[in-house]
């Protein structure tokens, strides 16, 4: 969990009165999770955040298939195309790569400024393939870069403002995303065993003051979407403080655990999610037992959907299966996987591995968006034995 922080104007006392210099009152808004009995931070709002003036439906037309055949699957989000690609935002761009009742995955190539948009059905996690961006959010603003992990809390009000070549992997989570609880004492603070810690982490510094009426919200909430019209803008927070905020944290800072031989997936853990686990993997020093194998042994997933995101250097493991950086790979429950012919006899004597990928264990299974579908490689599945119905 992220620790306590103080940004901008507060009173001594929560829940006390806290005037403007006209003398009037601010208005204090508590955001807090599991019913008043977990982390939460004090804001205050120059106007009465609670104020609508109008509420409606908007369509929300995302569809799931199942994954059928069963098969493991390879997706190119690098030939993913938009209608009109100068119009992308990074909220009504983003194409629905998979879901289950857990967390949506989506990804996004955005170019413009998104309107101001709420998830009230749980936290968004997004990181940074490449590009930039500033998000700007009622606790302050973040600039962003590529290796970038961004966890927005669940109904905190944002939006992106993309800078060149922004490409988005975003997490929709249905509940709360944080660091794995093994890496954090009985009070919250960072372990020494953990691959990062406190010091990694960056949260808004100062207030973000934008002025304006009748300001349209985008709301993802648990039956749909909403778009309200607030009387004020959402950004009139002068204060805060708490333990419950947006915050970044780079796939760099994470530090790679090792050992003599090879070291399964949970060493590389980086956040936990409801039925869900996120990983880094990234440029490191391999096994050093003399009979080592670098690369990962052949394994059978049988709880949990592998789904890889391939962000940079060479997967060793996969190397000639056709992924390439922007590729993801899906290796469900039920399908033995590993890796490519030939793989293991090349790692040999390896002392180092220079990749970075982001991988997503579910433990329901994924089902397909139609982004999945526009981007497949179908000839994937057959990739060990080099034949198959897509192979002459």
């Known amino acids: 969990m992220p620790y306590y922080r103080q940004v901008g104007e507060i009173p001594p006392k929560r829940h006390t009165q806290f005037r403007k210099p006209d003398g009037g009152l601010y208005a204090e808004e508590l955001m807090g999770v599991e019913g008043f009995s977990s982390d939460s931070a004090l804001l205050y709002h120059r106007n009465l955040p609670t104020a609508i003036v109008d509420a409606v439906t908007v369509p929300d037309s995302r569809q799931t298939t199942p994954n059928l055949p069963l098969k493991p699957r390879h997706y190119r989000t690098q030939d993913l195309k938009w209608e009109a690609p100068a119009e992308v935002d990074a909220v009504t761009g983003r194409r629905l790569l998979f879901g289950n009742a857990d967390v949506q995955i989506c990804f996004v190539a955005a170019t413009q400024p998104s309107p101001l948009y709420r998830n009230a059905a749980g936290d968004e996690l997004l990181y940074v393939q490449t590009g930039t961006a500033v998000v700007e959010t009622i606790y302050g603003a973040l600039t962003v870069g590529e290796g970038d992990y961004v966890i927005i809390p669940t109904s905190c009000t944002y939006r992106v403002l993309p800078g060149e070549d922004l490409r988005l992997l975003v997490l929709e989570a249905k509940g709360h995303v944080g660091p794995p609880r093994r890496y954090l004492s009985a009070k919250g603070q960072f372990l020494e ?7 990694d982490l960056r949260g808004p510094t100062s207030p973000l003051l934008v002025d304006g009426t009748d300001v349209p919200v985008l709301v993802r909430h648990r039956a749909g979407l909403t778009r309200f019209t607030y009387a004020n803008h959402p950004f009139d ?15 760099r800072d994470f530090e790679p655990i090792t050992g003599r031989v090879h070291q399964p997936p949970p060493v590389h853990q980086t956040f936990e999610g409801p039925n869900f686990v996120v990983c880094s993997f990234v440029p490191r020093k391999v096994d050093y037992h003399p009979l080592s194998v670098p690369v990962p042994y052949n394994h059978a997933n049988v709880d949990s959907d592998e789904l890889m995101f391939y962000v940079g250097g060479n997967y060793e493991a996969r190397r000639g299966s056709g ?7 899906l290796h469900p429950s039920g399908v033995t996987h590993g890796p490519q012919p030939g793989a293991v006899e090349a790692s040999l004597g390896a002392e180092r591995f220079d990749e970075t990928a982001v991988m997503v264990d579910t433990f329901r299974p994924l089902e397909f968006g139609e982004a999945a579908e526009a981007c497949e490689d179908p000839k994937y599945a057959w990739s060990w034995a080099r034949r198959g119905p897509d192979y002459s």
Not at 237 to 248: I, S
Not at 323 to 329: A, N, Q, R, V, Y
């Open 193 to 199: 065993h953990s691959p990062y810690c406190e010091r």
């Open 237 to 251: 927070v002068v204060g805060w403080d708490g333990a419950l905020y947006p915050w970044a944290f780079n796939i």
């Open 323 to 329: 992924i390439g950086l922007g590729s993801l790979s």
